[in-house]
């Protein structure tokens, strides 16, 4: 139904009583159309930035197989679908 391009811009590792990483805060941004352009004058990024140019999404990881996955900077697809 829409995709967005959300690029990492925080992980905040959650410690727990035993000293261990048990979860990540990942906090997403859509992504900045600051990039240099395509050879028509528009980029990927510039594209989304255009359809999407604001919004924040945060999201709590507990999966172990995950954590420590995720680094600032990288960009991800962001695929919204109905759920029935």
Same mark, same amino acid.
């Given at each position: 139904?829409?995709?967005?391009?959300?690029?990492?811009?925080?992980?905040?590792?959650? @410690?727990?009583?035993?000293?261990? *990483? =048990?979860?990540? %805060? &990942?906090?997403?941004?859509?992504?900045?159309?600051?990039?240099?352009?395509?050879?028509?004058? %528009?980029? %990927?990024?510039? =594209?989304?930035?255009?359809? *999407?140019?604001?919004?924040?999404? =945060?999201? =709590? @990881?507990?999966?172990?197989? &995950?954590?420590?996955?995720?680094?600032?900077?990288?960009?991800?697809? @962001?695929?919204? *679908? &109905?759920? %029935?």
């Amino acid at each position: 139904m829409m995709r967005a391009k959300m690029q990492i811009g925080q992980v905040k590792r959650i @410690v727990g009583v035993n000293g261990d *990483t =048990t979860s990540e %805060e &990942l906090a997403a941004y859509p992504v900045c159309g600051n990039v240099p352009f395509g050879p028509n004058g %528009e980029s %990927e990024d510039n =594209t989304f930035a255009r359809y *999407t140019p604001s919004g924040s999404l =945060t999201l =709590t @990881v507990n999966n172990p197989d &995950l954590c420590g996955k995720f680094r600032p900077g990288q960009k991800f697809y @962001v695929d919204f *679908t &109905l759920a %029935e």
